[in-house]
Each structure stands twice: as structure tokens, then as C-alpha cells.
């Protein structure tokens, strides 16, 4: 089953981002997500990182918003991470709701680099994660959601996205 959430996530964000998808979208709106908060990565103990990002999002159902999403961690010293994921927010009610709680799956890959004394280290494989929030709407084009996921590489991000739909 985890297998099947994640193809049908990659395959929502491929969609998301393919030309003619986005053309056929196009009375679709959408909207700028910033991001930022804490992730701690589950090592030989909790290595705390800060975390930032954006994406776009398009809501496609009144309960379904799908769109990339780029994250950067900074963890101590040299400690790095990004990222680049397909994200899709299934809505408990309508998203656009005064308050949506929402759960969020996302595929893609993250890119670790790091410094060994003088030596550089950086890898990339695949990552996922999973988690919800609630989306709190603040005006008709504003929303600000507060959400908590887990993810692989092993990791938990507690994290606030404000969202600006564009005109």
C-alpha cells in the first residue's frame, strides 16, 4: 500500500509539472507556498536542523492540491540538505475552508552534503514523507497552515507554510 501512495504521489507531481498540464490548468490559480521551521534527523541522536522552502501549488479539487516543493535544511557546521519533492495535500474538508485540516504525502529525492575535515561528502537518493496540518484561511487569497510530517532519511519537521494565491 505505502508503495501505491507513493507512485500515485510521484505521478501527481509529474503531471503537475508537465506543460501540457499546467495549459489545460490553466483556469486554475495557483498559489505561491513559503515555508519555514525545524526538522530533526533521527542519527546516533537528533541532529536539528533549520528548515526553509517554497513551491506552487494548483488545487484541482475542492480537497486535492497537488505541486512541487523545494526544501533546504541547515543543519551544524556543514550539515546540508535539499529537498525536491512532489507534494500532494488531501483535504478532511474543502481546502478553502476558514479552517482545512489536511494530510500531506510527497516523493522525490534529497541531496545530504557535509565536511569530514577536509574532505566533502554529498549523496542523493529517494525521500517521502508524510504528515498533516490545518490550513487557516486568512484572507481569500491568503492561507497560513501549521504542519507536522516524518519523512525518509529519517527525519521529523514541525514547520508553517503560508500560501499566497495568485491573481
Not at 508503495?3 to 490559480?29: E, Y
Not at 516543493?69 to 512532489?86: A, K, Q, S
Not at 485540516?101 to 542523493?124: C, E, I, K, N, W
Amino acid at each position: 500500500m505505502c508503495a501505491r501512495i507513493l507512485l500515485a504521489t510521484l505521478a501527481a507531481a509529474f503531471a503537475c509539472l508537465s506543460p501540457t498540464t499546467a495549459a489545460a490548468q490553466s483556469s486554475a490559480v495557483p498559489t505561491v507556498t513559503l515555508n519555514a521551521g525545524w526538522a530533526g534527523f533521527v542519527d546516533d541522536g537528533r541532529v536539528d536542523h533549520g528548515a526553509f522552502g517554497g513551491g506552487l501549488e494548483w488545487v484541482l479539487t475542492p480537497r486535492l492540491a497537488i505541486g512541487p516543493e523545494v526544501l533546504y535544511m541547515v543543519g551544524p557546521e556543514d550539515d546540508r540538505d535539499l529537498f525536491v519533492l512532489g507534494v500532494a495535500r488531501l483535504g478532511i474538508l474543502p481546502l478553502r475552508s476558514r479552517v482545512a485540516p489536511f494530510v500531506t504525502l510527497g516523493a522525490g529525492t534529497m541531496t545530504h552534503s557535509d565536511r569530514f575535515g577536509s574532505q566533502s561528502y554529498r549523496s542523493t537518493e529517494g525521500a517521502f514523507i508524510a504528515g498533516g496540518g490545518a490550513r487557516i484561511t486568512v484572507s481569500p487569497r491568503v492561507y497560513v497552515a501549521p504542519e507536522f510530517t516524518v519523512g525518509w532519511e529519517p527525519h521529523i519537521r514541525a514547520s508553517v507554510t503560508v500560501g499566497i494565491r495568485l491573481p
